[in-house]
């Protein structure tokens, strides 16, 4: 298999309920991403994980909770979640330069999403 | 930071006529600039992208200018077709991180 995977492609889960999102990539890349996807909004940066060690985290409610084992897998883990948060959720991952500051770019590979309801 | 814009939100063309999207950027350090198709049901997919070196890129129907003085770079499709209807969104980067625009709905119309 080839490219971002992730699962399950649709999700519905009580406000009470925890549940956990995965993702795997298949392009050996070192950087693995979050992005929330809601109806007319731009897409929203969660999380990044480069080289296994977190280095963003956009404001994100604690309900939501990322883990990344190792540079292949991607996990975010959902608990207590409120309505609002139901979206697309999308993974992806990409190859980054050296550094903070580097200057090489490649572009982010996308997984199909699992589109989340929280009723 | 960076703030792209991106326009028009919603594009209906006749198909085999020809559509443009634009987008801008405020950050001159951005270099890296991709465009992503979303069809339904799917998540985004690279369709070309361009570098700041360059200003003009081509992959058969579509192609991709980017004027580095005005910051904005544009997607050309030509000759559409309905398969190409999904949401267009535009992205530019620096020092690794990705700032999209907001995304352009196109429907080619049959």
């Known amino acids: ?119 | 930071g960076e703030n792209v814009e991106q326009h028009p939100s919603t594009l209906s063309v006749q198909e085999g006529d020809s559509a443009v999207i634009k987008c801008t950027y405020s950050d001159s350090a951005s270099n890296y600039f991709p465009w992503y198709k979303q069809e339904l049901g799917k998540g985004p997919q690279l369709i070309i992208d361009i570098r700041s070196n360059v200003g003009e890129k081509k992959d058969q129907r579509i192609a991709v200018t980017l004027n580095k003085t005005a910051k904005h770079f544009s997607l050309h499709i030509t000759e559409t077709q309905p398969e190409d209807s999904a949401v267009y969104f535009c992205a530019a980067i620096n020092f690794n991180k990705f700032y999209f625009g907001s995304g352009t709905k196109l429907n080619v119309k049959p």
């Open chain 1, 1 to 119: 298999e080839t490219g971002v995977t992730q699962t399950p492609r649709h999700l519905v889960m009580g406000m009470t309920n925890k549940k956990s999102l995965k993702c795997e990539q298949h392009l050996g890349h070192n950087a693995m991403y979050w992005y929330k996807q809601s109806a007319k909004k731009p897409l929203e940066l969660m999380f990044v994980y480069s080289l296994e060690e977190r280095v963003e985290n956009n404001s994100v409610p604690s309900r939501f909770s990322p883990e990344c084992p190792n540079s292949s897998h991607l996990f975010l883990h959902l608990h207590t979640l409120q309505p609002e948060d139901s979206a697309l959720y999308l993974c992806a991952s990409s190859q980054e330069g050296p550094g903070p500051y580097s200057s090489y770019n490649s572009p982010l590979h996308f997984g199909n999403g699992t589109r989340l309801t929280v009723t």
